[in-house]
């Protein structure tokens, strides 16, 4: 095969990896007002238990995003394989845990609340393992699907 042959060939594999980006590149890593305040409003929360704080970190937060797009594109709330989701974003974890909510206008309130009065989801928020955590919300005018991805520190 001859250089140019080759130039040619690595050029359309770069430009297909351009034209055609992964869940992983569209997955957000900011993190906006709401989710912030999710963040907060589970930190005070933990700390009336007498918790360490969460601390978010960007492989949460993508494997969140993604699930929470895949969510709202569905129109159905469902946990699937979260442990295999966010190992692919987050290589170095142990244990992993999720959250999820599903309302017609999400406050970080609301959320924290929501999730305090169910008893599996206030095991994950409460679970003294858990130190990292991503939160991702995506919406339209009439839903809102939020996802916390939780995990130890490694």
């Not at 900011?30 to 409003?41: F, K, P, S």
């Not at 569905?74 to 946990?79: G, L, S």
Request: a positive charge; proline letters at 2%; one cysteine or more.
């Amino acid at each position: 095969m001859s250089v140019k042959t080759l130039r040619r060939a690595l050029l359309a594999v770069l430009m297909i990896c351009v034209l055609s980006p992964s869940a992983v590149a569209q997955a957000s890593v900011r993190t906006d007002r709401l989710e912030a305040g999710i963040v907060r409003a589970m930190n005070d929360y933990r700390a009336q238990h007498g918790l360490p704080k969460l601390h978010q970190q960007r492989g949460f937060a993508r494997a969140a995003d993604v699930h929470s797009a895949k969510m709202l594109r569905e129109n159905k709330m469902a946990h699937d394989q979260y442990g295999k989701r966010v190992r692919r974003y987050v290589r170095r974890v142990k244990r992993v845990g999720e959250t999820l909510a599903w309302m017609s206008r999400c406050s970080p309130s609301a959320v924290v609340a929501m999730w305090a009065k169910s008893s599996s989801h206030r095991h994950v928020m409460l679970s003294r393992s858990f130190r990292r955590v991503g939160v991702a919300r995506r919406a339209t005018s009439n839903v809102c699907f939020v996802t916390a991805d939780f995990g130890t520190a490694k």
